[in-house]
């Protein structure tokens, strides 16, 4: 479908003869057993636990029992900022939890076991072939690893957007997804350095913050804990590129996500070969390029969240016309305090069940609003329609516990609309008494007695950008 139409209209039923839902016309054919979603779930749930009890073995190999332990211990301090992190920045559309979930445990299992064999093999197989080790090492450190690694990342990546397109529409779900994937493979990279750290001091005798394991600790976890997620933030952006991009422009598709990933492989190698770059190669790199992309990337993700906001206003007042939603609704899903607001309400006077109901609702406005964008711009799939009316089926069955909670949210929020005073004297509200006064109560009251004041104010430069019929 190129594009929707701007006031979409909704009959209560399908049309006479076409099935509901987006059926097929005709007999249902039954899918291949490999096919089923439960075979799939079962498969890659299976990989992963394996994967994970093979990579348990391998770190507690390579640090012992005791150097595990320290390195968990110091390895999970900052895995909550992160995923808070990374959640935070999709709040707008927030994805569901099995995803972030997935994408933690490929990084920490799969991704981190493929990287350890493959690293592994191939530094021992240049060293064999040019009986030099140290060169091997160099060069397993500065190409391999950064290849290695950040293809194993990006796998969990392609996966979500291959399987779950539903839920991965743009920038925001490209970079979440990849920063959380990273923050599974930094984490149990973290517990391999710090454990072999802490070994390497019980055989030395070190302790304090002289030891190996202290700096370690201060260079991976404190200065560094976003490096691995913010080299795989590079490949997930070219893939939230991809899925902005219409179905027929395949270059585009697979141009951005590979152009992506060359950036996080070129990136990870200058971390890596930092070292090479003298002395002080290390804080070199890590002022002149990681802050600054770091912080660049920071604003581009801020700035594309606050347009997903933009979208969510601009899409959804169709609705508003189509009586789908009513007219405050648009302004108050469009905004992130509102949204909040709208929720405690609803915990407040309801419960947590109409709270979720509450952020159910919000989180299915903004996927139409998505959709609606998507479709007039002629990048929506063959399902619009049918995704469309399960979406509005979705905020239908959770108005009566919505509606109020962000009409309230609406009316908090609304900001106040400057009035002008007329350029003549005004003598009371009604050509009466006190110029401040209406009708002897004291209450200041303006041009029409609504308590506005009567002083003049200036216009405002710009139009507020939604539309809310309480302020209005």
């Known amino acids: 479908m190129a594009t929707c139409p701007p006031y979409p209209s909704y009959p ?76 935070w920045l999709d709040r707008v559309e927030p994805g569901p939890w099995r995803n972030l979930l997935f994408a933690f445990a490929w990084g920490a299992c799969a991704a981190a076991l493929i990287a350890i064999v493959a690293n592994s093999f191939a530094t021992q197989w240049i060293a064999t072939a040019t009986a030099d080790p140290t060169s091997a090492d160099t060069l397993g450190t500065t190409v391999i690893a950064p290849v290695v690694e950040e293809s194993a990342k990006a796998a969990a990546v392609l996966l979500v957007f291959l399987f ?98 060359l950036l996080a492989m070129g990136m990870h190698a200058m971390w890596n070969g930092s070292s090479a770059f003298g002395e ?48 405050a609704e648009p302004y108050a899903l469009g905004s992130m305090r509102a949204r909040r607001i709208a929720r405690q309400y609803a915990r407040r006077h309801a419960g947590k069940t109409a709270a979720l109901t509450v952020a159910q609702y919000e989180s299915y406005a903004t996927s139409l609003a998505f959709l609606r964008h998507r479709g007039r711009r002629g990048r929506a799939g063959a399902d619009f329609v049918v995704r469309e009316r399960e979406l509005l089926e979705e905020l239908w069955r959770r108005r009566e516990a919505a509606r109020p909670a962000l009409d309230h949210a609406a009316r908090i929020t609304a900001p106040p609309v400057p009035v002008s005073a007329p350029p003549w004297p005004v003598h009371g509200a009604y050509g009466y008494g006190h110029p401040t006064e209406a009708y002897g109560s004291g209450h200041p009251t303006g041009a029409y007695g609504y308590g506005h004041p009567a002083t003049p104010h200036p216009a405002p430069t710009t139009p507020y950008p939604a539309y809310n019929p309480y302020r209005s």
């Open 12 to 87: 209560i039923g399908p049309p006479d003869g076409v099935p509901f839902a987006g059926a097929a016309a005709g007999p249902l054919r039954h899918a291949h057993w490999w096919q089923r979603a439960w075979v799939r779930y079962g498969a890659l749930s299976t990989l992963l636990v394996i994967s994970g009890l093979v990579i348990l073995a391998l770190v507690r190999e390579e640090t012992g029992t005791e150097g595990f332990l320290v390195g968990l211990g110091l390895a999970v301090l900052p895995v909550p900022l992160l995923i808070a992190a990374f959640r």
């Open 164 to 261: 779950r397109r539903r839920d991965f529409t743009g920038i925001v779900d490209g970079v979440v997804i990849a920063g959380v994937t990273a923050t599974g493979f930094a984490f149990t990279e973290n517990i391999l350095y710090l454990g072999i750290a802490f070994g390497t001091d019980q055989l030395a005798g070190h302790s304090g913050i002289a030891s190996v394991t202290a700096a370690t600790f201060f260079v991976r976890i404190v200065m560094s804990p976003f490096a691995h997620p913010l080299f795989t933030v590079l490949t997930g952006i070219g893939f939230g590129i991809a899925a902005l991009s219409a179905d027929r422009r395949r270059i585009r598709r697979v141009a951005f996500p590979l152009s992506g990933l």
């Open 280 to 327: 002080y190669g290390f804080l070199a790199v890590y002022a002149a390029f990681m802050v600054p992309v770091f912080g660049l990337l920071t604003w581009l993700v801020i700035w594309t969240r606050q347009r997903e906001l933009r979208t969510v206003r601009a899409e959804l007042p169709a609705y508003a016309v189509a009586g789908w939603l009513t007219p």
